[in-house]
C-alpha cells in the first residue's frame, strides 16, 4: 500500500516528555484540497473494522453507511474541535470514500499502513490502541496492529509501550526464515529523547500475529545491557536459526578517573521458529567471550 507523504501522525506523548501529566496522546492528519489532481492525490486506510460513516462530526449524527477495515479514503475537512476517545485525542475528518461523503473519528483512521510480502491481497494497518492515567499521572499508551484480506479482519493484536512507544515500524520479509511469512518490526524510542533504544518483532503467520520479542536496551550506573537479532538472511546468519546476541557492559570507575574501564561480555543464544514458537537450539553452544576495553574520559 502506498504510505501517505501528505498525512502526518502526530502522537503528541507530552512532546516525548516524562509521560507525566493528562495530556492525551495526539492523531492528526493533513487535509486534501478539492482541487489537488488525482495523480497527487494521497490515501488513508481505516483502521477500525465496520466504522460507521456519518453526516456530522459527532456519535451521535446520522450514519450514512458502514465501512470496513482498510477502506481507502481521501481526507478533505477537519473538525472544528477534537474529541477524545478511549483516551485518544483527535478532530474528526470529511472523507471522500469513491462516491461516497462523510465524517470518520480520526483515531478510526490508520496511521501506517502496508502490505504482506507473501500474500499480496493481506494488509496490514498501525495504530494507537488507548492511554489511560495512572493515580501517578503517567499515561499508559497502548497500540495496535491489525491484519485483512479483503476487506475482512484477519488479526489483531494490541502492544503496550514498553516505557518507550513504538516510532517506526515496517515489514522486512521472512529475513530467511522458514515456516514464517513476514516479520514486522517496530522501533522502541525513548520517551525522553526520542532516540531509538531496542525494537520489537511480531511474525505473521498461517493468518495470526505472534509478539516474537521485545528487545530494549537497559542502562544503569554499574551496567548496560543490549540485544539484537541475527537473522538468516543477513550477513553473519545461519540457516533456519535466529541467533540473538547480547552485549552486557559491566562500568568500573568513576567519572573523576582519567580513564573508565568498562568490561563487556558478548552471548549468543540460538533458535528456530516452528511456525507458532522460537524454540531454544540446545545443541549448539553458547558463545561467549569477556574482552577489557579502556576508554579515555574526555
Given at each position: 500500500?502506498?504510505?501517505?507523504?501528505?498525512?502526518?501522525?502526530?502522537?503528541?506523548?507530552?512532546?516525548?516528555?516524562?509521560?507525566?501529566?493528562?495530556?492525551?496522546?495526539?492523531?492528526?492528519?493533513?487535509?486534501?484540497?478539492?482541487?489537488?489532481?488525482?495523480?497527487?492525490?494521497?490515501?488513508?486506510?481505516?483502521?477500525?473494522?465496520?466504522?460507521?460513516?456519518?453526516?456530522?462530526?459527532?456519535?451521535?449524527?446520522?450514519?450514512?453507511?458502514?465501512?470496513?477495515?482498510?477502506?481507502?479514503?481521501?481526507?478533505?475537512?477537519?473538525?472544528?474541535?477534537?474529541?477524545?476517545?478511549?483516551?485518544?485525542?483527535?478532530n474528526w475528518y470529511r472523507v471522500t470514500v469513491g462516491e461516497a461523503?462523510?465524517?470518520?473519528?480520526?483515531?478510526?483512521?490508520?496511521?501506517?499502513?502496508?502490505?504482506?510480502?507473501?500474500?499480496?491481497?493481506?494488509?496490514?494497518?498501525?495504530?494507537?490502541?488507548?492511554?489511560?492515567?495512572?493515580?501517578?499521572?503517567?499515561?499508559?499508551?497502548?497500540?495496535?496492529?491489525?491484519?485483512?484480506?479483503?476487506?475482512?479482519?484477519?488479526?489483531?493484536?494490541?502492544?503496550?509501550?514498553?516505557?518507550?512507544?513504538?516510532?517506526?515500524?515496517?515489514?522486512?520479509?521472512?529475513?530467511?526464515?522458514?515456516?514464517?511469512?513476514?516479520?514486522?518490526?517496530?522501533?522502541?524510542?525513548?520517551?525522553?529523547?526520542?532516540?531509538?533504544?531496542?525494537?520489537?518483532?511480531?511474525?505473521?503467520?498461517?493468518?495470526?500475529?505472534?509478539?516474537?520479542?521485545?528487545?530494549?536496551?537497559?542502562?544503569?550506573?554499574?551496567?548496560?545491557?543490549?540485544?539484537?537479532?541475527?537473522?538468516?538472511?543477513?550477513?553473519?546468519?545461519?540457516?533456519?536459526?535466529?541467533?540473538?546476541?547480547?552485549?552486557?557492559?559491566?562500568?568500573?570507575?568513576?567519572?573523576?578517573?582519567?580513564?573508565?574501564?568498562?568490561?563487556?561480555?558478548?552471548?549468543?543464544?540460538?533458535?528456530?521458529?516452528?511456525?507458532?514458537?522460537?524454540?531454544k537450539k540446545e545443541h549448539i553452544p553458547v558463545i561467549s567471550e569477556?574482552?577489557?576495553?579502556?576508554?579515555?574520559?574526555?
Amino acid at each position: 500500500m502506498k504510505n501517505v507523504k501528505r498525512s502526518v501522525l502526530v502522537v503528541c506523548l507530552f512532546a516525548l516528555a516524562k509521560m507525566f501529566g493528562q495530556t492525551a496522546p495526539r492523531v492528526h492528519f493533513e487535509t486534501m484540497s478539492v482541487e489537488t489532481p488525482v495523480e497527487e492525490l494521497s490515501y488513508q486506510y481505516l483502521l477500525a473494522h465496520k466504522v460507521f460513516l456519518r453526516d456530522k462530526p459527532s456519535l451521535k449524527a446520522k450514519r450514512l453507511g458502514v465501512l470496513d477495515i482498510g477502506t481507502r479514503m481521501v481526507v478533505r475537512e477537519k473538525s472544528k474541535h477534537a474529541q477524545e476517545i478511549n483516551g485518544i485525542n483527535s478532530n474528526w475528518y470529511r472523507v471522500t470514500v469513491g462516491e461516497a461523503t462523510g465524517w470518520v473519528w480520526g483515531g478510526m483512521i490508520a496511521q501506517k499502513a502496508f502490505g504482506s510480502g507473501a500474500d499480496y491481497k493481506v494488509k496490514f494497518v498501525y495504530g494507537l490502541e488507548s492511554n489511560t492515567v495512572t493515580e501517578a499521572g503517567i499515561n499508559e499508551t497502548k497500540y495496535q496492529l491489525r491484519a485483512f484480506k479483503d476487506g475482512v479482519q484477519l488479526d489483531k493484536v494490541v502492544l503496550d509501550s514498553l516505557s518507550a512507544f513504538p516510532l517506526g515500524i515496517k515489514n522486512i520479509g521472512n529475513k530467511g526464515l522458514f515456516n514464517v511469512e513476514d516479520i514486522i518490526a517496530l522501533d522502541l524510542a525513548d520517551l525522553n529523547t526520542g532516540h531509538t533504544i531496542g525494537k520489537s518483532y511480531i511474525f505473521w503467520n498461517n493468518g495470526r500475529f505472534t509478539n516474537v520479542a521485545n528487545l530494549r536496551d537497559q542502562e544503569t550506573d554499574a551496567y548496560a545491557k543490549s540485544e539484537y537479532f541475527v537473522f538468516p538472511s543477513d550477513m553473519q546468519g545461519i540457516k533456519s536459526t535466529l541467533e540473538l546476541k547480547t552485549t552486557i557492559t559491566d562500568k568500573n570507575g568513576t567519572l573523576e578517573k582519567e580513564k573508565i574501564e568498562q568490561r563487556k561480555k558478548w552471548t549468543s543464544s540460538f533458535y528456530t521458529w516452528n511456525g507458532y514458537q522460537l524454540l531454544k537450539k540446545e545443541h549448539i553452544p553458547v558463545i561467549s567471550e569477556n574482552v577489557v576495553v579502556s576508554t579515555l574520559h574526555r
